[in-house]
């Protein structure tokens, strides 16, 4: 007779985070958060950011090993390519995890994934999921019939296609920025020492940033509509993106008011204190961060992302009454005049808008996300 499974501790774990900075800082959180409880982790990344990224998770003291992987395929060509790379994928990663020997893999997301998932399947090691949108993705929909459990950064807009028991555990965000709590006025003027800018702390305030890219609509439209605006009573805080800042910086230099333009901060916890407003796309890690600080935004979705999931994601917010979406095809000058305009009237309603944001947080995803992963694995 077989004695019954010994429920198991989570002890070690892998986290296969490559691909996009939507799947390796939220599995990076969770692995800082593991190893702040005590826990041994290993990164596996993959993909063309997997050098940077690997260099981030040592600054934090996270191990990682780089995989081969290959975007879902798109031609046949792409098709060899992938199977031949998610083929030496599966055998490094189950070299690694052999040598790792973890509890546990959780994967969070992406096709990247799929090596190390099916490498930890080959060799008996349980599954976990993370999805990072509102429309969980197709690895993970289709990993899922292999999985002990998904957990969502949102809830599941079609939960009906998870083949295995899901919770939602929200959107690990950067440790840095849960528990940063000052005023608008002290965040103003941290800027103002840190980029010698000279913000008012008493003006409405708005903070644009339209994605590492630099979209168009976010630095040409927006800032060619406040120039225009009648209502001078009010400051902007925008980050471009690398390769737009001096295009937007030179708009704003015939601006009427007080402005700061930056390619990119790191300082995020700053900006959004800072902000009575955000105008800003609505990938998951963004709604996950507008929901921390309590801010209602203005979101146009990106309208190229993979099933139109920045939408989904939009719809959370807008649902809570902490958003209002704008179509990318329809944000013209003139829609951004008027809402600019409806902002000016009356702000004070929007930053209460920003306590409904506020309710609709998960600040502790990624302890929680640990925690689903325990209970499992001790049935």
């Given at each position: 007779?077989?004695?019954?499974?010994?429920?198991?501790?989570?002890?070690?774990?892998?986290?296969?985070?490559?691909?996009?900075?939507?799947?390796?800082?939220?599995?990076?959180?969770?692995?800082?958060?593991?190893?702040?409880?005590?826990?041994?982790?290993?990164?596996?990344?993959?993909?063309?950011?997997?050098?940077?990224?690997?260099?981030?998770?040592?600054?934090?003291?996270?191990?990682?090993?780089?995989?081969?992987?290959?975007?879902?395929?798109?031609?046949?060509?792409?098709?060899?390519?992938?199977?031949?790379?998610?083929?030496?994928?599966?055998?490094?990663?189950?070299?690694?995890?052999?040598?790792?020997?973890?509890?546990?893999?959780?994967?969070?997301?992406?096709?990247?994934?799929?090596?190390?998932?099916?490498?930890?399947?080959?060799?008996?090691?349980?599954?976990?999921?993370?999805?990072?949108?509102?429309?969980?993705?197709?690895?993970?929909?289709?990993?899922?019939?292999?999985?002990?459990?998904?957990?969502?950064?949102?809830?599941?807009?079609?939960?009906?296609?998870?083949?295995?028991?899901?919770?939602?555990?929200?959107?690990?965000?950067?440790?840095?920025?849960?528990?940063?709590?000052?005023?608008?006025?002290?965040?103003?003027?941290?800027?103002?020492?840190?980029?010698?800018?000279?913000?008012?702390?008493?003006?409405?305030?708005?903070?644009?940033?339209?994605?590492?890219q630099g979209a168009e609509i976010f630095n040409r439209t927006f800032p060619e509509a406040m120039l225009e605006s009648i209502n001078r009573q009010f400051q902007v805080l925008h980050l471009t993106g690398h390769g737009k800042f001096e295009m937007v910086n030179n708009t704003y230099e015939k601006a009427f008011f007080p402005f700061l333009?930056?390619?990119?901060?790191?300082?995020?916890?700053?900006?959004?204190?800072?902000?009575?407003?955000?105008?800003?796309?609505?990938?998951?890690?963004?709604?996950?961060?507008?929901?921390?600080?309590?801010?209602?935004?203005?979101?146009?979705?990106?309208?190229?992302?993979?099933?139109?999931?920045?939408?989904?994601?939009?719809?959370?917010?807008?649902?809570?009454?902490?958003?209002?979406?704008?179509?990318?095809a329809a944000c013209t000058k003139e829609k951004v005049a008027k809402l600019l305009d409806r902002w000016l009237e009356n702000p004070a309603k929007y930053r209460e808008l920003g306590v409904k944001a506020k309710a609709l947080s998960k600040p502790h995803a990624a302890a929680d996300t640990l925690q689903v992963i325990r209970d499992v694995?001790?049935?």
């Open positions: 007779m077989n004695s019954p499974q010994q429920p198991k501790e989570l002890k070690r774990l892998v986290i296969t985070c490559g691909g996009t900075g939507g799947h390796f800082f939220p599995g990076l959180s969770i692995a800082r958060e593991f190893k702040e409880e005590g826990g041994e982790v290993l990164l596996f990344l993959s993909g063309k950011n997997a050098d940077t990224q690997a260099d981030i998770a040592t600054l934090h003291g996270i191990d990682s090993v780089k995989l081969t992987s290959s975007p879902r395929p798109n031609s046949v060509t792409g098709v060899y390519k992938f199977m031949a790379d998610t083929l030496s994928g599966i055998v490094t990663g189950r070299k690694q995890l052999k040598k790792f020997n973890p509890d546990t893999l959780l994967a969070m997301g992406s096709f990247t994934s799929l090596p190390s998932a099916i490498g930890a399947w080959s060799l008996n090691i349980p599954i976990f999921l993370h999805d990072g949108n509102a429309r969980v993705g197709k690895a993970n929909r289709f990993l899922s019939r292999w999985a002990k459990h998904l957990c969502t950064a949102f809830p599941a807009v079609n939960a009906s296609q998870i083949r295995c028991p899901y919770s939602f555990t929200g959107m690990p965000v950067r440790p840095e920025l849960i528990g940063s709590t000052i005023s608008k006025k002290d965040a103003i003027e941290s800027l103002n020492i840190n980029f010698g800018s000279i913000l008012d702390p008493e003006l409405p305030t708005m903070l644009i940033f339209g994605g590492s333009a930056l390619p990119s901060a790191s300082e995020m916890d700053l900006f959004y204190q800072a902000a009575d407003v955000v105008i800003s796309r609505s990938g998951g890690s963004t709604i996950a961060e507008l929901t921390l600080f309590g801010k209602f935004a203005f979101l146009v979705p990106y309208p190229h992302a993979a099933e139109d999931h920045q939408y989904d994601n939009a719809l959370y917010m807008k649902n809570g009454d902490a958003a209002e979406i704008i179509d990318n694995l001790a049935k």
